[in-house]
């Protein structure tokens, strides 16, 4: 039987498999010669001492033991063009793989995307990053792969209990993710690698009789008597089915608009906003390391952490080493910012969004939106800093250590934000609560973190786009709405998922209901 075995290393052996393979063999006392594989099963780094270890988990193969090398494949997917159809609203992660589990299934899916495919998303990037235009139905939140394509393609989650983390991981690995995302603590594939894959995905889909249509936004849900019987394109056409899975994403404020009018029952939800801080790796490194350069066998540090302030829980999100910020807003008129990271993270700068946990009390200047109150008390902020910054994608920034002191800076250096910034006292841009917390947040922040608060790290805001600031509700044993028979909301826009991992997760469980549902209809 191969012997599994738990051990810390120096990063140097962690990373050279020859010298692995001797520390392994002094260890179980055994011969090089004799050690035919070693499988590394999970890889994480503990950097709590001066001296960083690497913890691993290993599998050691002697000679003597039969090995054979595995590769992860596709599941036995059957040509589904002739099945009964059902609609697929949005094409990000909650949407492919519940595209992927219908055919899975027996069931064709028709997967209805308003941005553009993958690669034709560019274009509208390079537009708000260069020219400052922003394009409603393709940019950083809309298009081919959702959110996640452009904005990192991290797929760490805690979300554990929600489904089968390690199927996603593989299905992922199928369609070309490198293997090292089944064994990293924090799996990432970036945003440079991750278009490859979603372009794999849909090619997949529509190989075995799904269909996706790209530039195609939802305008209306045909409903009657309490059921769906398909939806409605902006061009006027109508797609008919009586199952539809609502994917569209926590952005999507037209379909929680458009779900409110029709009075179809919606929540308000709240969810975290703040700013986005960006500091110099190095810096990171430094602090996270406890020494003054990395070395070649340590990959750029992330952080994370948490405060309690006045009564509220103030965090890192979506922390980004090596990385870079992006403009994310959906309509013209408000400024959103986000982060991603190359599968390299070899950027000179880090960012991490830096938020605070919202209450539904907040929203209540915008009470008379009812379920709505949450996504325009958002929008206020978002249009708010777009005014303040000079109505064009530059964003609101200050310096931090000037923010904590209530004091403009004088200057803003370059940061990674190519659309660029304007100097603004981050007071005028929340509301005094979240001010006041941020501010006494960033003091806690520099206790823990030795040298985090410093005026060379620069805030952008908002960082606003957290979480969706709706619930969709629906039957926790069919996931069903409670209200709309056929309806399965789904993902992050429907306050289900928070991530590529946990929204994958929950597009296969939408897809298994409906299958479910279908063997006894």
């Keep these: ?9 120096t990063p140097e052996i962690a990373a050279n498999k020859l010298l692995l393979k001797d520390y392994l063999s002094k260890q179980i006392k055994v011969s090089l010669k004799e050690i035919q594989h070693i499988s590394i099963l999970k890889r994480s780094i503990d ?21 054979q090398e595995t590769k992860i494949e596709l599941p036995g997917y059957k040509d589904v063009s002739s099945a009964q159809e059902v609609i697929v609203v949005g094409a990000g992660p909650a949407g492919l793989f519940a ?36 394009n409603e139905d393709s940019n950083y939140c809309f298009g081919e792969g ?29 369609f070309g993710a490198s293997e090292d995302i089944l064994i990293e603590a924090h799996p990432h594939i970036g945003t440079n690698k991750l ?33 769906v019987e398909g939806i409605v394109t902006q061009s006027g056409d109508k797609i008919l089915a009586n199952k539809l899975i609502l994917a569209t994403g926590h952005s ?29 790796q190095q810096l990171i490194d430094s602090i996270q390391y406890s020494c003054d350069y990395r ?33 994310c807003a959906t309509s013209p008129g408000e400024v959103v910012t986000n982060g991603w990271s190359p599968s390299k993270r070899d950027q000179v700068t880090a960012n991490s969004g830096i938020v605070i946990e919202l209450k539904l009390e907040d929203f209540k200047p915008f009470a008379k939106f009812g379920a709505l109150a949450g996504m325009e008390f958002q929008k206020s902020i978002e249009q708010k800093a777009w005014h303040l910054a000079g109505q064009t994608q530059k964003v609101p920034a200050q310096r931090m250590l000037d923010f904590t002191q209530n004091k403009v800076s004088a200057n803003i250096p370059k940061t990674s934000y190519v659309p660029g910034t304007a100097s603004v006292e981050m007071g005028e841009v929340f509301p005094g609560f979240l001010s006041q917390i941020l501010r006494e947040g960033f003091k806690e922040f520099g206790k ?40 399965y909301p789904c993902g992050e826009g429907a306050g289900y998922a928070g991530g590529i991992i946990s929204a994958a997760i929950d597009g296969e469980k939408c897809a298994l209901m409906i299958a479910e549902s279908l063997k006894y209809s």
């Design 1 to 9: 039987m191969p012997r599994e075995l738990l051990l810390q290393v």
């Design 295 to 327: 070395g070649e066998h340590l990959p750029p540090a992330p952080y994370s952490i948490v405060k309690q302030v006045n009564g509220r829980g103030m965090y890192s999100f979506c922390m980004c080493p090596g990385g870079v910020i992006a403009p």
């Design 195 to 227: 278009p490859k894959i979603i372009e794999d995905i849909r090619n997949k889909i529509i190989e075995f009789g799904g269909q996706v249509l790209f530039d195609t936004r939802v305008t209306d849900i045909l409903i009657k008597n309490n059921e």
């Design 146 to 174: 959702g959110a996640g394509t452009y904005s990192d393609g991290k797929l760490y989650t805690r979300s554990k209990k929600r489904g089968d983390v390690t199927r996603i991981l593989e299905l992922l690995v199928a």
């Design 448 to 487: 823990s973190m030795h040298g985090y608060l410093t005026n060379e790290a620069i805030l952008h805001a908002p960082e606003s786009r957290t979480s969706s600031p709706v619930r969709i509700p629906r039957d926790p044993l069919t996931y069903e709405h409670l209200q709309i028979k056929g309806l």
């Design 47 to 67: 950097a709590r001492q001066k001296a960083i270890k690497i913890n691993l988990k290993v599998l050691i193969y002697l000679q003597a033991e039969p090995f």
């Design 252 to 280: 999507a404020r037209d379909i929680f608009e458009l779900l409110d009018k029709k009075k179809i029952f919606i929540e308000a939800k709240p969810f975290a906003l703040g700013v986005r801080a960006e500091h110099s």
């Design 99 to 134: 595209a992927l589990q219908l055919i899975e299934s027996g069931l064709k899916p028709i997967v209805i995307e308003r941005g553009k495919d993958v690669r034709g998303r560019r274009r509208d990037l390079k537009a708000i990053n260069v020219d400052h235009l922003v």
